[in-house]
């Protein structure tokens, strides 16, 4: 069975400073996608940035980047020039192409970040 | 263009009742997933639907039921509410046979069991 871990429940930052999330996973597939994603107090799920496991080259969305280590199944979002808007949870999830075309998503238990102005 | 929608936002029951949670996927999607978030975990996977069939479940017993209509909305019910189901319900929805779409989550439905 696949598993997401995400070690840090709670991080805390100032404006405008670099933080890094952590993430590791477990699997025996080769051939998946992780995610990262954001969720407000609106509660509702944000897709922040994506990587498939094929590629070497870690996916970057503007101020979001990874740190995608494949063989040590770990994947790692940093937000640089941290803004208030980014105080939210943040969900690490894995996902395999199941049965018939059907998607599932296994989530981490979440991190807490907060952006101290 | 409406994204995913999830009715009602909030639910108070009473245990041993049943509920029916709704959800109408994003415009063009044709798959939708739902998801249970107790209070401080992340979601976990309940089932898929697709051409109106269960596609895959997970670890969640029969009480937790569903159906897909010809419109690709669904419904989510659970029967013999236990507290233990209080939680925020998540509906997510995208397109089958292709991981490069994105899924779009709802804003949720809030369960409460007393």
């Known amino acids: 069975a696949q598993t997401v871990t995400q070690s840090q429940p709670e991080m805390s930052v100032q404006e405008a400073e670099t933080v890094t999330l952590s993430c590791t996973y477990d699997t025996s597939e080769n051939n998946y996608y992780l995610f990262w994603y954001k969720q407000p107090p609106s509660r509702q799920m944000i897709l922040v940035i994506r990587q498939e496991a094929y590629k070497q080259q870690n996916a970057t969305e503007n101020r979001f980047s990874v740190n995608f280590q494949k063989a040590a199944k770990s994947f790692s979002l940093k937000i640089s020039d941290s803004q208030l808007g980014d105080t939210a949870m943040y969900f690490c999830?894995?996902?395999?192409?199941?049965?018939?075309?059907?998607?599932?998503?296994?989530f981490g238990q979440g991190t807490r970040l907060t952006i101290n102005p | 263009d409406a994204g995913v929608t999830q009715s009602p936002t909030h639910l108070i029951k009473t245990r041993g009742q049943q509920v029916t949670l709704r959800c109408s996927p994003k415009s063009g999607h044709d798959t939708v997933s739902w998801y249970q978030q107790a209070l401080g975990q992340g979601p976990q996977f309940i089932f898929q639907?697709?051409?109106?069939?269960?596609?895959q479940r997970g670890n969640f017993p029969d009480r937790f039921s569903g159906h897909q209509f010809p419109n690709y909305s669904s419904e989510l019910n659970v029967n013999a509410l236990l507290l233990g189901d209080s939680a925020l319900y998540l509906c997510?929805?995208?397109?089958?046979?292709?991981?490069?779409?994105?899924?779009?989550f709802g804003q949720g439905t809030r369960l409460t069991v007393v």
């Open positions: 639907y697709y051409e109106e069939e269960e596609r």
């Open positions: 997510a929805s995208s397109l089958v046979w292709t991981v490069n779409t994105e899924a779009f």
């Open positions: 999830a894995f996902m395999t192409l199941i049965i018939q075309g059907a998607q599932k998503l296994v």
